[in-house]
């Protein structure tokens, strides 16, 4: 079942079966209900996997299911639930590891002027504080669905222009509501890219803080080619309306600003990061 989705969960217990060398079926009629879980068929069972009150809600308690979710609840790990025809046959566990990268990568977006930096995340609650003990987080809400994603960046909306960063099939959705969407290329979701504004293309954080800079450099020197054009457009229509300037050399001139201002642009092309960027 988990071949047939995208979800990042999904997909590590997928790879984990064929690291294992296990052969897969190939699931029957999935649907995918996003942020809870998948449903299909195989070899001819109904299997339902996703999220422990999702499958719950589609099967009856086995006798065992209770004690062991009583017992592994409260771990600071995500839980899977597996049923089979009804039944709930099964709990996996995974461990949510911080990418190396991030702490630095956020206290670089402090540096860089990023005010506010909050987690969304549909892991329970113990899973999010895990993940976010020791980075400079504001907030940590859990639990979201991708509505709940969406009514979170909405909110931040609010408060000041926000990015949302994501990349999974989930996050889609907010990073479409986001002023800017960001989109984690390589190992994302093809529907996360495609809603985003941006993509990273390598699988790593250590890039946003490279990518703001970027865009706050090129609309700064957008801002002055424009400013820059109209200034001196303006001042050459000046002088000709005092006769100083013939049609013929009106246009000449009108050719070499538009040229500076192009040059001005292609400066986006060929500025260096910082050094605290760079290393």
């Known amino acids: ?60 308690n086995s006798d065992w299911s209770q004690e062991a979710l009583s017992k592994i609840e409260d771990q600071p790990g995500l839980i899977t639930a597996v049923a089979v025809n009804g039944t709930l046959v099964g709990l996996i566990m995974l461990s949510d590891e911080v990418r190396p990268e991030a702490n630095r990568t956020l206290h670089l977006l402090r540096k860089i002027g990023i005010r506010r930096m909050v987690l969304l995340t549909g892991d329970r609650q ?86 703001f800079f970027i865009a706050r450099r090129s609309f700064n020197i957008a801002w002055q080619s424009v400013f820059f054009g109209i200034g001196l457009s303006g001042v050459a229509m000046m002088v000709a309306a005092f006769g100083f300037l013939t049609p013929l050399s009106g246009a000449v001139v009108q050719e070499l600003i538009d040229i500076a201002v192009i040059l001005n642009a292609l400066r986006a092309l060929a500025g260096e990061l910082p050094a605290h960027l760079r290393s």
């Not at 999935?30 to 942020?35: A, C, D, P, S």
């Not at 907030?139 to 931040?156: C, L, N, R, Y």
Request: aromatic share 0%.
């Open 126 to 211: 113990e899973v999010a504080n895990a993940v976010a003990q020791g980075l400079p987080i504001d907030t940590v809400i859990a639990h979201s669905t991708p509505q709940g994603k969406v009514q979170a960046v909405q909110d931040e909306e609010r408060l000041a222009a926000s990015a949302m960063v994501g990349d999974g099939v989930n996050d889609a959705p907010a990073l479409a509501a986001a002023r800017v969407g960001i989109a984690m290329g390589a190992r994302g979701a093809g529907a996360s890219s495609e809603a985003a504004d941006v993509v990273l293309l390598v699988d790593t954080l250590a890039r946003l803080p490279e990518a």
């Open 1 to 60: 079942m988990a071949q047939a989705s995208h979800h990042v969960v999904a997909k590590s217990l997928a790879d984990a079966a064929t690291n294992k060398k296990i052969a897969l079926e190939v699931p029957l009629s999935v649907e995918e209900v996003l942020g809870d879980g998948v449903i299909g068929r195989v070899n001819d069972r109904d299997v339902v996997l996703g999220s422990v009150s999702f499958v719950k809600g589609k099967s009856k």
